[in-house]
């Protein structure tokens, strides 16, 4: 698998030899940042077919089965504070729907903050995680695209609210060339993060499908409801409360009406 996806990328790219494939491995995540705190350079990619301990955001589970995704970590060393990466999330998520739509012509839309959806379900999650080395931040960026599976593929409680590309396009999935897709995409989203915030989140924004829509904030012990009205600079979301309040919202669930089920 490796060498296809090395196959197609460019002879020249600058992370080619700094790609590792596993055909088993708990989580890319967890074993990207047990790297990046022994010191791997920027630019290390971890890959698997197959995740045990496949992790989401909110301590959730990814689930991560073999020969039907990619499961991809890429260790940053941005070079910045942590509070300039406050739109990592939303610069990852731009660059895996550009790398689907490059490899498969579908375009998912973006449930804030970290999902990409077609229709009403999910078929890519992201989870960013930010380590500190020394007085160095180090970026943990974690994508899962479910490529190859077909519904039985999914356990019984992710059915109704997940999906794979091969199910929407009703065609077969190359998974190495959206996985060298998704690895030049984030070449480009790192080569921009920090030099063209506005340019990458007004992309993100506009491919939000959570933004114009009713949502529940869920929080420990309250739910919220309103009416999201944007994405700030840097990821959060303007919501519109049904007290009459307009708050950025960072964190927390939004279920928005009509997507996973919430109707
Ligand atoms: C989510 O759905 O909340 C995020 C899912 C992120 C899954 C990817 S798969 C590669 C990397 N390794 C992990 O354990 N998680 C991310």
Redesign the pocket.
Known sequence: MLNKILNHLPGDHPWQNLITWYDTI?????R?KQLALSGAPHGTVLM?DR?T??????G?S?H?PSGC?V???VILRPRCAPRELMHLTCATAVAARAAVEKATGLAPDIKWT??LVCGRQ?V????TELVTVGSETCAIV???INCCQKSGDFPEELRDIATSLAMVSGKEIDRSLVAACLIQELWAMDRDLLTEKSALMARYQAACITVGKDISLLLPGEVRHGHALGVDGDGALIVRFEDGSTEPVQSGEVSVRGMYGYL
């Open positions: 708990d989580s890319t995540n967890t990207a698997a995740q301990g496949g992790r989401g955001r909110m959730r990814f991560s995704g499961y991809l970590s970290n999902d999910k890519a999650g992201i989870l974690g994508i899962g």
